[in-house]
Every structure is written in C-alpha cells, then in structure tokens.
C-alpha cells in the first residue's frame, strides 16, 4: 500500500522565528503518535536549517520548494542540492507552477532538476497542473501528460517508482476553489494510468500522487480518500496550526 504524504509548502512567507513556532506546535502535536503517513514541510530557504534541527528525532522532514540542477557554479542567486544536502534537507518541490509562471521554469528544467535531486537522493515532489483556460477547453489531460513525458525524459523506471507527483490545477492554488474529489481523482488516475503507458504498471502502483489547491481542514479527507490520491501539497493551511494538524490526521485515518 502506498504511504499518504502530506507536505507544507509555506511558500514566502514567515520568519525564522514564526516558522520555528509552526514547527513547534505540529511536532508537539504529534508528540509520539505511530504515525503511517509522511509528513514534510518546506519553509523558505532562509529557514530550512532551524526546520531541520526542530525536526531532528520528529516524525517531521523537511523539503526545500526548489533548487538549482547544478552542483555550483556562477548561478547568481540559486540554491544547489549539494547545499540543501549539507544541511540535511531530504525532499525538494520542483516545478510548482508559481515557479513556471513567474521564474520561467520550464519542463525541460524540470526534468534535470529531477535528474539532479535523484543524483543527490533528494526526494523530488514535482508538481503539474492546468490553467483554467485549458480545463475549460477540456485540454487538462493532454496538457498534464505532455508535462509529465517532457518531464520524466530519460528518468529510468526504478527512479520514476519513487517520485511522488503533485497534480495541482492552477485555478485552485490559494483561490479557495478547491477541484472536487471527484475532478482531483480523475485526473490523478490519469496521470497513474499513464506512467503505467510510460513505464509499467508496477512503477505506476509504487508513484504517489498528490493532490494540491486548497486543501483545508475541512475537504482533506474526501480528497485524500481517494483511490489515486496519496497526500497532499498543501500552501495556506500549512500555516495554520490547527488546519495542518487535522489535515495530517485525516491523512492518518485513510491510511488505516
Ligand atoms: O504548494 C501548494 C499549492 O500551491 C497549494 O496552495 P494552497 O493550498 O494555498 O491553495
């Protein structure tokens, strides 16, 4: 059976010492609860480092939201998997669509970012998703699946089982819209059912897929009771205590 994962992406926002107070509150909340499902959260570079030393001993990783593909180099203002190993991040967000809208990250990036976090054995979380211009002109498969062949070029079977995809569609990320469970599952069957087209249906069985766009408290666990669905990207509701909190333990009650 495959492990629900549920990771935080703070995105830009907080301090050192707010986030340091998140991380306090979720892992004294989970204290030494037997937990079956991942936990990961990802605040902004600046703070990874206190994340990871509040996490040692917790049920808690910690995932950078990008990187760089290179090991060093003159990459003014980037951050390479070598530097997120050295301070002991395990997973790393790549391709959320705000980084392809605003910093023009393409699949082609994409791509060897996944090479190079696998290189480093960072976890990769790549996300994927469409625009409601393409949901509306009934484009969202096709585009997703294009997203996904550019993406895992070359990226040889025993890498892909271990991905996990976060199918996020553009017009619910931080807009209250949520996709119904039913729209969250048929495009992450989609996406199952194609890496099994790509690979084998094994690889498909092992890859997990995550839903993200407006995850809260109150919709987690339909969503997440999914057949396809296997955690959650969450933005907004990862800062807010009480919110992740419950999210996390509808994660844990679909996973019994
Ligand atoms: O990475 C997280 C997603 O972009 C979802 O953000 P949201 O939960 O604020 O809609």
Same mark, same amino acid.
């Given at each position: ?74 990459? &003014? ?97 931080? &807009? ?81």
């Amino acid at each position: 059976m495959r492990k629900q994962v549920i990771a935080g992406n703070w995105k830009m926002n907080g301090t050192i010492a707010s986030g340091s107070i998140l991380i306090e509150a979720f892992t004294s909340f989970l204290g030494d609860k037997d937990l079956d499902c991942e936990i990961v959260v990802c605040p902004p570079f600046t703070a990874l480092e206190r994340a990871v030393s509040l996490t040692k001993n917790t049920q808690v990783s910690v995932g950078a939201q990008n990187m760089d593909y290179h090991d060093a180099g003159a990459f &003014t203002g980037e951050v390479s998997p070598l530097m997120l190993m050295e301070i002991g991040v395990s997973y790393v967000i790549i391709g959320h669509s705000e980084r392809r809208e605003y910093y023009g990250e393409t699949d082609a990036m994409v791509n060897e970012k996944i090479k190079s976090a696998f290189f480093h054995s960072l976890q990769p979380i790549v996300c994927v998703g469409e625009s409601l211009e393409q949901r509306e002109a009934n484009e969202t498969i096709s585009f997703i699946h294009g997203q996904l062949k550019r993406a895992l070029q070359d990226i040889p079977a025993d890498q892909v089982e271990k991905l996990i995809i976060a199918y996020e569609p553009i017009w619910a990320i931080g &807009t209250g819209k949520t996709a119904t469970a039913d729209q969250a599952e048929e495009v992450c069957k989609s996406i199952r059912e194609y890496i099994a087209e790509l690979y084998t249906p094994n690889v498909a069985d092992l890859v997990r897929i995550q839903y993200g766009g407006s995850v809260k408290a109150n919709n987690a666990r339909e969503i997440l009771s999914e057949p396809n669905i296997d955690g959650a990207l969450v933005g907004g509701a990862s800062l807010i205590v009480d919110e992740f909190n419950e999210i996390i333990m509808a994660a844990q009650d679909v996973s019994k």
